[in-house]
């Protein structure tokens, strides 16, 4: 977890050990023996994790296979002392012989229990996932949430009658909500003598809060105002920063000094910012966030030629709504590959991707709205392809949309799903009978979680077979017509729908 509070009593490390042909310290794959003579393969680092100030050990005499990742070890929190300042932790791997040696370092939080009433947000490093405590029924346990939600106008939407417009929204199934503030005010933020009622509200319903601050993130002072006045709430989830600052060119370290700021004024909150380019100074705007969001618009748009501004669009120039896109849907997917990919060569703390689907139309760049079959593809390819959330632009949008992701988001954010979703990392699987279709899975222990999605707009009566990890059994669909059958470490289908989109929960298999 990127926190640990007061009251935690153990915490893990996740060690990766990834052989690189772009970054890292150089490797000789081999390991000599003075016994013997003999030299042998380097294929375990042995590793020590411990306090860099004290030096106080907290993973000892352990190792990890080199060229793996996502190795996990438990560790004590009993006698370290809970404070709002980050413990400093440094790694020491070595091969066997000792001839070839490596270091990491990390921060370690632990921090004290909240006395002022206010939330408490962890963000699993491994699996990308919020974990969260209700705090209606007054819990202390920690319970994962897939966030689902939209972009929604303050002015145009939830401040004409504040109350039963968040009360109506929460009613659809979304479980957090993002509000983008006014822009017209002179503080560039929101009323906050009416923000404060909506806060109440939400902290009444149990309705999340992503508190935006685009228009005013690089003033420091406004964003101190803010991040004080709410950093105490009950329903606050995350701060959200930037928003497309790589296509504004934002200066470079603007989105990292706003992120440190918070950081110094509220350490129990994630930070979160969208991005828009495929590449353009990623490093530097993602630097900002622990949670990047991705808003790839790719459908009903001319990505060769913009008619907003009577020039063509290339790899260099021009602007047509979707950097470097094809108009298909695999534009969204590849977006959140690329940036998985960026995430390694860079070799930061991890990052968590969520996904900003299509709502909207007919204005700019799109010459319609989504239908609700292309709304389902995009949210679910994005989750099939590592995203922890989905927060979709914008609110209010056309009612069929409204209807499908109602649907989606009650079914995503239930617990026996979001569950499996938070618990995993997305496996890609290999469909056979027909192209174009997106399957993948997340297996915890007896159950496994299969999403496939079709990006062709035509039906098909082929059989369509998709080979699972393990042997598994049973079918419960989630979302989706179904009709799918399950044989050893096969799902198959006697022909698909267009756009169709299934999410099921298997049984795996005693044993598999």
């Known amino acids: 977890m990127n926190l640990y509070v007061e009251t935690d009593t153990t915490a893990s490390f996740i060690v990766d050990a990834r052989l690189s042909l772009v970054t890292g310290e150089p490797y000789y794959n081999g390991v000599y023996h003075k016994d013997t003579k003999e030299t042998t393969p380097f294929d375990h680092l042995y590793i020590d994790i411990s306090l860099s100030d004290s030096g106080r050990s907290l993973v000892a005499d352990k190792n990890v296979s080199v060229n793996s990742t996502a190795n996990e070890f438990q560790f004590s929190l009993a006698g370290i002392k809970a404070q709002l300042e980050p413990y400093n932790v440094t790694l020491v791997g070595a091969s066997r012989d000792g001839n070839q040696s490596y270091t990491a370092t990390t921060q ?30 007054n819990s ?24 039963d417009n968040a009360k109506a929204y929460k009613e659809y199934g979304y479980n957090i909500v993002h509000v983008v503030p006014n822009a017209g005010l002179a503080n560039e933020a929101f009323n906050f003598t009416e923000f404060d009622l909506f806060m109440d509200t939400c902290d009444e ?8 601050m685009r228009w005013t993130y690089k003033n420091l002072s406004s964003v101190t105002e803010q991040v004080n006045r709410y950093k105490a709430r009950k329903s606050l989830l995350l701060w959200y920063t930037a928003d497309e600052p790589d296509g504004q060119s934002d200066t470079l370290n603007a989105t990292v000094d706003t ?52 020039t063509p669009c290339n790899t260099t120039y021009g602007c047509c709504g979707c950097d470097d896109c094809t108009g298909a849907f695999e534009d969204v997917s590849t977006r959140l590959d690329l940036f998985a990919t960026y995430q390694t060569w860079l070799r930061q703390e991890p990052k968590a991707f ?3 689907p299509q709502a909207f139309g007919n204005e700019t760049f799109w010459s319609r709205y989504p239908t609700d079959a292309e709304e389902a593809v995009m949210a679910l390819l994005s989750v099939n392809h590592g995203a922890t959330g989905i927060v979709a632009w914008d609110w209010p949008t056309q009612p069929d949309i409204v209807t499908v992701t109602a649907g989606l988001a009650k079914a995503l954010t239930a617990a026996d799903v979001a569950d499996l979703l938070l618990a995993a990392r997305a496996a890609p699987l290999v469909v056979t009978g027909r192209e174009r279709v997106d399957a993948a899975a997340w297996r915890v222990g007896g159950k496994m979680l299969v999403s496939v999605v079709s990006l062709e707009y035509e039906d098909t009566p082929e059989s369509v077979s998709i080979a699972l990890p393990v042997a598994a059994s049973g079918s419960s669909t989630k979302w989706g017509p179904g009709g799918w059958t399950v044989s050893g470490s096969t799902l198959s289908k006697q022909g698909l729908q267009a756009l169709e989109v299934d999410v099921l929960v298997l049984d795996v298999v005693a044993g598999a």
């Open 108 to 137: 370690l939080f632990k921090l004290p229990a909240r006395t002022d009433g206010g939330s408490v947000v962890k963000l699993d490093r491994l699996y990308n996932g919020l974990q969260v405590q209700d705090y209606l029924s």
């Open 140 to 163: 202390d346990a920690w319970s994962s949430l897939f966030p689902y939600s939209f972009y929604g106008s303050w002015d145009g939407y939830f401040q004409r009658a504040i109350v």
């Open 205 to 212: 319903l149990g309705l999340w809060v992503m508190y935006d």
């Open 259 to 310: 992120y440190t700021h918070i950081k110094s004024l509220d350490a129990y909150h994630p930070i979160s910012l969208c991005l828009n380019c495929l590449n353009f100074h990623y490093d530097a705007y993602s630097s900002g966030a622990d949670i990047i969001l991705s808003d790839v618009y790719p459908i009903a748009v001319n990505t060769s030629y913009s008619d907003v501004y009577g």
């Open 354 to 356: 969520w996904g900003v």
